[in-house]
């Protein structure tokens, strides 16, 4: 797991009100919402199909996630129940090679939890059996550096105005 951590992800229980409360405490902004995304993957060896509505804001060079879990389908973000796991969730690191870097950190001892993508991103999420709950995320796309830079651009340049973008 080399590299800059790029990312910190939140699973949230009000997507609206978390964006309201971060840009009130902390005055990140503006914030890129996606809505309805849909991940399918394994989760635990087994197939799945999450959905979820997703923002991003920056702090720096880094990506605040919070996302709002919209399905009951098994998940890293939900209990066995389907509750959603309210809080802190992941690390993220972008990669160029989703199998070659799932090797290198599997080979350090962690286990793949979650595999899955869409048209525009996949992503792995791993975990070491000596800490469950701390998840580390590996994310590649054809367009995640350009997302990345414009975001920490618009972050840069942002004059508080507003605060939400959304996208399709």
């Known amino acids: 797991m080399s590299g ?5 992800g939140y699973v ?6 978390t964006i309201a409360h971060w840009v009130k405490h902390t005055g990140i902004g503006p914030w890129t919402v996606f809505r309805g995304v ?5 989760y635990r060896g087994e197939e799945t199909s999450v959905t979820f509505d997703v923002a991003m804001g920056y702090t720096g060079e880094l990506q605040v996630e919070l996302m709002h879990i919209t399905s009951t389908t098994p998940s890293p973000y939900a209990d066995e129940n389907g509750t959603p796991k309210l809080g802190p ?3 993220a690191w972008l990669s160029d090679d989703l199998d070659a870097s799932v090797a290198e950190a599997t080979g350090r001892g962690l286990e793949v939890l979650f595999r899955a993508g869409n048209e525009a991103t996949q992503v792995a999420y791993l975990e070491s059996p000596d800490h469950p709950g701390l998840v ?8 995640m550096r350009e997302m990345l830079a414009a975001g920490i ?7 508080g105005t507003n605060p939400v973008q959304e996208l399709g």
């Open 89 to 91: 969730h992941h690390v």
């Open 38 to 42: 849909t991940l399918d993957g394994r």
């Open 12 to 17: 949230v229980d009000d997507l609206d009100a």
């Open 153 to 159: 651009a618009a972050a840069r340049d942002w004059d």
């Open 136 to 143: 580390f995320e590996y994310i590649q796309g054809p367009m």
């Open 4 to 8: 800059q951590i790029i990312q910190n």
